[in-house]
């Protein structure tokens, strides 16, 4: 590593008539770091501005950071909301179904059978607590056949009717122009009344 040269602690640029003429390695604006660098920085016009701008843009990406940590947090906690809200309304769909056939495969009941989508949660976000879009499902229907949609389809129109199944279609067409974001009023809303229809079961 080549060491720097030793020159004399004299202010250049904005620092231009400072400087205490001592020799030294480490210079910014021609002071040394180690005499009058901070002294310029707390005494000078110049120096000010620059230690102002200096705390300004360092505290910018603190308070971006503190942003982005809240978003996340609540972001989180969202996501936590959204997965218990589906608990609660994928033990609904268990108990509402129990003894019945599978939606899709209509081979009959075991008790794994589990709450499975016509319309997926991932494109169809906004019908994913839909009580029509979500039957008892085997699992080798819902997790390897992927649903198994023609058949769940066909199966659920003899289930709840033309009428219902026409319009939960509408529905998973509307999803595809619009992003549905939940909001934690929303998900509370659902968990009480799903909780106040099990309790009619």
């Known amino acids: 590593m080549i060491k720097p040269k030793e020159k004399a602690c004299k202010g250049t640029g904005s620092a231009k008539g400072y400087g205490c003429g001592k020799l030294t390695y480490h210079r910014v604006y021609g002071l040394g770091k180690m005499c009058c660098y901070s002294n310029w920085l707390l005494t000078s016009e110049a120096g000010r501005i620059k230690m102002h701008k200096a705390i300004f843009k ?16 609540e972001r989180n906690s969202l996501s936590k909301e959204i997965m218990k809200t589906q608990t609660i309304v994928n033990k609904h769909i268990r108990n509402r179904d129990w003894g019945k056939n599978c939606v899709s495969q209509d081979i009959p009941f075991k008790e794994d059978f589990e709450a499975g989508h016509l319309f997926n949660k991932k494109n169809y976000n906004a019908i994913r607590f839909d009580l029509d879009n979500i039957n008892g499902q085997s699992i080798y229907a819902n997790r390897y056949l992927e649903g198994d949609f023609d058949n769940y389809l066909l199966n659920l129109e003899k289930r709840i009717g033309k009428a219902r199944v026409e319009a939960l279609k509408e529905k998973a067409h509307r999803c595809k122009s619009e992003i549905k974001k939940w909001t934690f009023h929303e998900l509370k809303e659902i968990q009480k009344n799903i909780k106040e229809i099990s309790k009619h079961l």
């Open 58 to 73: 360092a505290s910018v990406p603190r308070l971006d950071m503190d942003k982005q940590i809240a978003s996340e947090k």
